[in-house]
């Protein structure tokens, strides 16, 4: 008698949720974008994923991956966030990362690093009820002001000036 043998592909999508969720703090931001890709049930998880998640590291992020990740608003309950854009390309809609940072209202610890501080984005920041560690760049001297009252919050605010220049304060 023959011997049988069965072929059994595992991918990423015949995953039990639980092991998906698993892997899936473990992937980049384009990775996760590409990921989202592939289909309907790993869209879904990886949305379920972010929207769960506490923390989300940004840095050097790709505009498609911050377009990805801001998307619809499923993101809702970060307690860290750091979104460092790239010095020499201009990849974030700053009215996009003021909604974000608006609608994750429980941040606990904000970096935005070579992202123009803005006037309506630092009123959002200024209103976050429970940050405690605010890290920025490209503030006006008109801002610092503002920022320093942060400190009378409770909140220690780190500036960067340039990367051999950081005041805290």
């Known amino acids: 008698m023959a011997a049988m043998t069965m072929n059994h592909t595992a991918t990423l999508a015949t995953l039990p949720?639980?092991?998906?969720?698993l892997i899936l703090p473990q992937l980049d931001q384009i990775s996760l974008l590409r990921?989202?890709?592939t289909c309907a049930s790993m869209r879904s998880n990886i949305y379920d994923f972010l929207q769960n998640s506490k923390t989300l590291?940004?840095?050097n992020?790709?505009?498609?991956?911050?377009?990805?990740?801001?998307r619809n608003g499923s993101v809702?309950?970060?307690?860290?966030l750091s979104l460092w854009a790239h010095p020499d390309r201009?990849?974030?809609?700053l009215n996009r990362v003021r909604k974000?940072?608006?609608?994750?209202?429980?941040?606990?610890a904000l970096s935005l690093v070579n992202i123009q501080l803005i006037d309506p984005l630092l009123d959002v920041i200024m209103n976050l009820p429970q940050l405690k560690f605010l890290e920025v760049s490209h503030?006006?001297?008109?801002?610092?002001l503002e920022v320093k009252k942060l400190k009378k919050k409770g909140c220690r605010v780190s500036v960067r000036v340039d990367s051999a220049v950081e005041l805290n304060f």
């Open 17 to 21: 949720p639980e092991l998906v969720t």
């Open 35 to 37: 990921l989202a890709g």
């Open 57 to 59: 590291d940004m840095k």
């Open 61 to 70: 992020i790709q505009k498609a991956a911050f377009m990805f990740l801001t």
């Open 76 to 80: 809702t309950s970060l307690t860290r």
């Open 90 to 93: 201009s990849m974030v809609n």
């Open 100 to 108: 974000f940072v608006k609608q994750n209202r429980n941040l606990e």
């Open 139 to 144: 503030v006006k001297k008109s801002q610092i």
